[in-house]
């Protein structure tokens, strides 16, 4: 198999579930805590060992590839108060990645989101990356699906167990487990009544993929919505190819909404250095501490 070098964070959608917040700032800079939500997900595919950025983005939220330029004033002014260590982390992250936008002028939907990066991706396998799934887990989930993208050379969905009310929120895969957490998918079903769902196994942000997908999110045509479902993409594929999942060991947090988005802040406020110790006493006494 090629080593995996690129992935595709898709980031044109119109974020209306967290409107007015998403009139002027894109949905991916909300902060949580003092991180803007794309942040995770790139902090995860660089720990994940992938280089290549490609930001699907509206062209009306270039604010969103600015956060990963160099910032000179900023941070020569920090550098002469003393005060260069805040940007530790955000610095050595924006080395690390090689950046490349490319636009999504219509959002017609995720399917068509990832074929829009079809030139930049060019032959070879990549990730996707949809941020607004705050993933925290050790190893990071990325990293796990490519190790098994290694051993079956084809793509690897990431699946999360959920609830029977929630089946009609998701993709949901039909599956042969084959061990430890490691699933062959035999079908996939683009947001199932809870009655039809072949399984309580959704598939969540992440993908591995390889680009013979191109050709055939080129071929199909709008789904569910209207949109080109990247789901209804992926189950073409499967007529063609094995594909595999691998099951999160660890948490989500779809900040794409507003529950989601207070729950991860609360969440990453109670790991903050600076937060953890006053969140328990913030949450008990269900208002501000003293
Ligand atoms: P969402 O379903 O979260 O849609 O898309 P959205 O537009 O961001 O938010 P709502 O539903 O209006 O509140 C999942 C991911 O796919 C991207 C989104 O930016 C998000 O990261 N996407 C979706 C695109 O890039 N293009 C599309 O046409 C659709």
Excluded: C
């Excluded at 119109?14 to 800079?29: H, N």
């Excluded at 990071?140 to 490519?146: C, D, H, N, S």
Aim: charged letters at 25%.
């Amino acid at each position: 198999p090629h080593v995996v070098r690129k992935a595709v964070f898709p980031a044109a959608g119109l974020g209306t579930r967290i409107l007015p917040a998403t009139v002027v700032v894109p949905k991916e800079l909300l902060p949580i805590v003092d991180k803007p939500i794309i942040q995770f997900g790139v902090e995860e595919a660089a720990a994940s060992g992938l280089t290549q950025v490609i930001l699907v983005n509206s062209p009306d939220k270039t604010m969103l590839e600015k956060h990963f330029d160099r910032h000179s004033l900023l941070e020569d002014v920090l550098e002469r108060r003393g005060k260069a260590a805040l940007l530790d982390g955000w610095r050595e992250l924006v080395e690390s990645i090689e950046l490349s936008t490319v636009y999504q002028a219509d959002p017609l939907g995720l399917g068509h989101a990832v074929l829009v990066s079809r030139e930049l991706v060019d032959d070879e396998p990549f990730a996707v990356v949809l941020s607004d799934d705050i993933i925290d887990a050790d190893p990071p989930a990325l990293r796990k699906m490519l190790d098994l993208y290694k051993e079956v050379d084809g793509p690897v969905l990431l699946v999360e167990r959920v609830p029977p009310d929630a089946v009609s929120r998701y993709g949901i895969i039909a599956a042969d487990a084959i061990g430890d957490g490691v699933h062959r998918v035999t079908d996939l079903v683009e947001k199932p009544p809870r009655d039809e769902a072949p399984s309580d196994l959704a598939i969540i942000g992440r993908y591995v993929l390889t680009p013979d997908v191109f050709p055939i999110l080129a071929a199909t045509g709008q789904g569910s919505g209207g949109e080109i479902q990247l789901t209804d993409g992926l189950r073409r594929l499967l007529e063609q190819r094995p594909i595999h999942a691998v099951e999160l060991n660890g948490t989500r947090q779809d900040a794409g909404n507003k529950l989601g988005y207070l729950k991860a802040i609360l969440y990453f406020a109670m790991k903050h250095p600076e937060l953890a110790e006053a969140m328990p006493q913030l949450l008990a006494g269900g208002g501000t501490p003293r």
